[in-house]
């Protein structure tokens, strides 16, 4: 079974700090991370993923992740915040190898405000 | 590469009613999956198919709920007797075959509302 817990529903950071939002997961197996954006009423968009290969990941945008196997954990940041970041993000697991194809398991998501 | 895209955006019905929804994925992608997101909650997973079959089903997916892939293109979500918990937002995502870079692309989703 797999999970992933993120720590704050809301986050609020003034426009050109840091980002910081967190997600730590739980799987019994080797685990595929993603982090996804979700504006009002639009679908989810990937943001970056972690498949196994570097543990620094980059993404769209400026944001980037790492990957702490011994702290399960798969954080998202970003320098400096814009605006237009404000949305709300899901991080997502799912494992590595399955034959339950490649579904997805969110976190209940953190919206971002991001503030002048 | 147009997307996924789904068919309606949104949709009201009354309780009891059926609905029927579509999605078409991207057209290489042999994966196809739908997600019920309820508000202020994550996507939940509610079934996948591989090309036409039908390989998982979530125990969310309750028997007044059906979907199908015929052709392995295109796919319909049918809820019948809807319910006012049936109210979310439906979301369809494909993704290619395989373990690595196979990440799913989502469509911008069917909200129901049931009144």
């Known amino acids: ?116 | 590469d147009t997307g996924v895209s789904q068919d309606p955006r949104h949709k009201i019905t009354k309780r009891g009613q059926n609905v029927t929804f579509r999605c078409d994925p991207i057209s290489e992608h042999n994966r196809l999956y739908w997600y019920r997101q309820t508000l202020g909650q994550g996507p939940e997973f509610l079934t996948y198919f591989q090309n036409e079959a039908q390989l998982e089903k979530s125990r969310l997916l309750s028997d007044r709920f059906s979907a199908e892939r015929p052709k392995g293109s295109f796919s319909t979500l049918e809820i019948q007797r809807t319910e006012q918990g049936d109210s979310a937002m439906y979301l369809c995502a494909s993704s290619r075959r395989g373990a690595i870079n196979t990440e799913a692309f989502f469509g911008q989703g069917t909200r129901l509302t049931v009144v």
Request: net charge neutral; charged share 15%; with cysteine.
């Open chain 1, 1 to 116: 079974a797999q999970s992933v817990t993120q720590l704050g529903s809301h986050v609020s950071v003034s426009e050109g700090a840091l980002v910081l939002l967190r997600c730590n997961y739980s799987s019994s197996v080797p685990p595929y991370l993603f982090w996804y954006v979700q504006y009002p009423n639009q679908g989810l968009q990937l943001l970056l993923k972690y498949t196994s290969a570097a543990t620094l990941v980059k993404g769209i945008n400026g944001f980037e992740a790492e990957f702490k196997k011994s702290e399960t954990s798969f954080h998202l940041t970003k320098p400096s915040a814009h605006m237009s970041d404000a949305a709300e993000y899901f991080c997502a697991v799912s494992a590595a190898s399955t034959g339950g194809g490649n579904k997805l398991t969110f976190g209940t998501g953190t919206q971002l405000k991001v503030e002048l």
